[in-house]
């Protein structure tokens, strides 16, 4: 399993809830599973929330951390693929 945490940039308020959902996630999800923080809109000019704060929660809890345009398609990509990389690690091996 793998959870995106995704703040938009250009509102304090998505990132401040951040926290919250982490304690959410550690209340109902597995102990294994993926998380990755990502803040989204970084293509627009009206960033409030720096990429410092950012990595700096991310840091904090443990966390994966992008920044992404879901406009312009920046780390996308790269996103789901070092999400999809980090749960089939997870994954136990069939023998």
């Not at 998505?14 to 809109?41: G, M, P, R, Y």
């Not at 345009?69 to 069939?94: C, H, R, W």
Request: charged share 20%; glycine share 6%; proline share 2%.
């Amino acid at each position: 399993m793998g959870i995106l945490l995704v703040y938009d940039v250009t509102q304090e308020i998505t990132f401040n809830n951040v926290t919250n959902w982490l304690k959410q996630i550690e209340s109902h999800a597995s102990e294994d599973v993926v998380k990755i923080l990502v803040a989204n809109k970084i293509d627009l000019p009206n960033r409030v929330v720096g990429t410092e704060a950012g990595q700096s929660l991310a840091h904090e809890y443990g966390l994966t951390y992008f920044e992404t345009s879901a406009m312009t398609g920046t780390n996308i990509n790269e996103l789901f693929y070092d999400a999809a990389s980090q749960i089939i690690k997870l994954k136990p091996q069939v023998t």
